[in-house]
């Protein structure tokens, strides 16, 4: 049978229900079969276990430690009013993110599949009803995988390029103009973003490698600024820190929004749930790398904040454009190189973390048909979820290219609460509707009860205390989630041509779907 044909009847086949989803299909792939130079059927195409606990907790910690306490760790300051406050705030955020990270780490035992809140709220919620069942779930990945991390990944790159030009055009005395100023930013981010793409299309084992490298450099940094505070107490330069909590704000409005602002910043503790998949031994090591990671990072910053504020003033830290840079200059004298390098790295890290984890989150959206079925196709070599991949790039390069990104993070950042708060629930539920499933590790059930009012909290604040245009805006992106949904979801209708599309996407990247999924 010629090769047309043979793809022709395998399309109708599949329609009728005659044929294996995951049957290879590609004639190229055919060939090279034949010749031994892939895998011997789909059923062994499927996404590998490669991160064991040091390479989880190298996740968590890359994925959580971006720009943000090395460039703006001042927005709790500011609503705090002191330094005794700020501090508590941060330790406080600490604890309430590892509470929910520790959630999640029972969740991902009980949902054993990768893509965190996507896969809790599709097992919980889709058995009650036929409509609104699976309607969060797909709202997560509309808003998620559309939107948020992609602009996230998009600010964090041009970041990065924004601390490898400076240094370069300090040093070579550039004059440039604006306009071509920022020309040479987005070309040194696109040229990053092309570097992430590539590690995380070619291999787990290179990201993870990667990885590993970058957040234990990325620790070295964050102690060399923690060194850096040490010794300048020693000193007895203690005068910032003496002030202790003059100036606090007890208001319940700056509270709140501290607090918001804090947990923003550790936002990613969620990182390693959402590739379960790939964690070896994840009954064992998800939660052991939340344990380790989350504290780890939670000290980091505490401590790091304490250096900042032992040689920065409360007005400096607030006003200056990147604290650690400013807290480097006083400290640090010729080591102070250190820290624009440290912020790049970081940068870089955190975006192919994250790059990392949302192209699962595709993965298992379209293997469960809730985003086109060719999103879950995995290398017939690689392992690796490649056309998820290239999406995530392809909608991060669209963000770099656009204006205001990050107007974009601000109006969907409080639907990451929802999220979260949805999360909990869906804990509580299945306790109820899972209770004989297996749990290695579980926690109280007061903790996703507090959890759960906490969100809804956290999502409210910025809505009812610092209300914004941008929020409307969040919310008729949902509706429109809901209107995309009806058709395409709810009620299976087919886009035409989709599976040529399907077939051309097999050809041009080698990819076959998966071979199977983990049990709920």
């Known amino acids: ?80 009013g002191s ?64 939107i948020l991390r992609p602009a996230e990944v998009a600010i964090i790159v041009l970041t990065f390029a924004e601390y490898i030009y400076s ?54 940094i964050c102690m060399v600024v923690i060194g850096g505070g040490i010794y300048n107490l020693c000193l ?94 006083k400290i640090l004298g010729p080591l102070k190189f250190i820290v624009p390098v440290g912020v790049a790295l970081s940068t870089f890290s955190c975006a192919m973390g994250i790059q990392f984890g949302v192209s699962r989150l595709c993965f298992v959206a379209g293997r469960e048909g809730h985003m086109l079925e060719s999103i879950s196709y995995i290398h017939v070599r690689r392992y690796t979820p490649a056309p998820a991949v290239g999406m995530q790039a392809l909608l991060t390069l669209l963000f770099m290219l656009s204006g205001d990104i990050i107007s974009l993070i601000e109006f969907a950042s409080f639907l990451i609460w929802t999220f979260y708060g949805l999360a909990f629930f869906a804990l509580i539920v299945l306790r109820k509707t899972k209770a004989d499933t297996y749990r290695p590790y579980k926690v109280p059930i007061v903790i996703p009860v507090v959890l759960a009012v906490l969100s809804a909290v956290i999502a409210g604040v910025p809505i009812v205390m610092d209300p914004a245009p941008e929020y409307i805006a969040a919310i008729l992106f949902v509706l429109l989630g809901v209107v995309v949904y009806y058709p395409l979801v709810y009620k299976k209708k087919r886009l035409p041509c989709m599976e040529k599309f399907n077939y051309f996407i097999q050809v041009l990247m080698e990819v076959v779907p998966p071979a199977k999924m983990p049990d709920n």
Not at 25 to 42: I, P, Y
Not at 106 to 125: D, I, K, M, N, W
Not at 179 to 190: C, D, M, R
Not at 194 to 220: D, E
Request: aromatic share 10%.
């Open 1 to 80: 049978m010629a090769d047309g044909q043979h793809n022709d009847s395998y399309l109708r086949s599949q329609e009728e229900g005659t044929l294996p989803k995951t049957e290879l299909t590609v004639s190229d792939v055919q060939t090279k079969e034949k010749n031994g130079d892939v895998a011997a059927s789909s059923e062994e195409v499927n996404l590998k276990r490669e991160l064991g606990l040091f390479s989880a907790v190298s996740l968590i910690v890359s994925v959580m430690i971006g720009s943000g306490i090395f460039v703006s760790p001042s927005s709790a300051l500011q609503r705090a």
């Open 167 to 220: 240094p370069i055009a300090s040093a070579i005395n550039a004059e440039l103009s604006y306009f071509k100023q920022e020309l040479l930013k987005k070309l040194i981010g696109t040229l990053a973003l092309g570097v992430i793409t590539f590690v995380n299309f070619r291999s787990v084992k290179l990201f993870v490698s990667m990885n590993n490298i970058f957040s234990s450099f990325k620790i070295v």
């Open 236 to 329: 007895g330069n203690v005068e910032n820190l003496s002030s202790g909590f003059e100036g606090s704000k007890t208001g319940l409005k700056d509270i709140i929004l501290a607090i918001y602002s804090g947990l923003w910043a550790y936002d990613g503790w969620s990182s390693v749930v959402i590739v379960s998949e790939e964690v070896i031994k994840p009954d064992k090591n998800i939660p052991r790398s939340i344990m380790i990671g989350v504290p780890l990072v939670t000290c980091l910053y505490t401590m790091m904040n304490v250096a900042y504020m032992s040689v920065l003033t409360v007005g400096e830290m607030i006003s200056v454009p990147a604290v650690a840079v400013a807290f480097g200059d």
């Open 83 to 146: 330094v005794g406050e700020s501090l508590i705030i941060w330790a406080s955020c600490g604890g309430i993110s590892l509470l929910g990270a520790l959630a999640f780490a029972e969740l991902g035992t009980v949902v054993p599949q990768s893509g965190a809140e996507y896969s809790y709220f599709r097992a919980a919620f889709s058995p009650l009803h036929k409509f609104f069942g699976p309607l969060p779930s797909f709202l997560y990945v509309w808003v998620v995988v559309l």
